[in-house]
């Protein structure tokens, strides 16, 4: 059974830090780049950070660039998202998904052929 499970979410004061994880199973996890996005109450879902299928290439949204760090460790079927420096605007639910290609890199969400459920970040004092 194909899915993808993030974890890792939950509440911090700003300036704090989160690791996000993402379990894949039922696909084979080396050909697909994987995406994170996040959607925040009364907004549309926006992309985050991106790693392709062999970790080699990383792209962040502006809005996180130095603050957030991509990772991915195939042999265990998972990527990370550490998140430091966090800011209130951080806030929303956070999903990662996969997108079946080789080497690139795409913040289209329609690229992304399957989704995980979310997880949670509140980042409020």
């Known amino acids: 059974q194909l899915q993808l499970v993030e974890s890792g979410g939950g509440l911090v004061q700003p300036g704090g830090s989160l690791r996000l994880s993402c379990a894949a199973s039922?696909?084979?996890?080396?050909?697909?780049?994987i995406g994170w996005f996040r959607q925040a109450p009364g907004k549309e879902r926006e992309g985050v950070s991106y790693i392709s299928n062999n970790g080699r290439n990383t792209d962040y949204a502006e809005s996180v660039k130095g603050r957030f760090t991509i990772s991915r460790d195939n042999a265990k079927n998972a990527v990370y998202l550490q998140m430091k420096s966090l800011k209130p605007e951080d806030t929303a639910v956070y999903y990662c998904?996969?997108?079946?290609?080789?080497?690139?890199?795409?913040?289209?969400?329609?690229?992304?052929?399957?989704w995980g459920q979310g997880t949670q970040v509140t980042v409020s004092s």
């Open positions: 998904a996969a997108d079946h290609s080789w080497g690139l890199l795409s913040d289209d969400p329609d690229d992304y052929d399957y």
């Open positions: 039922g696909f084979l996890f080396d050909e697909y780049a």
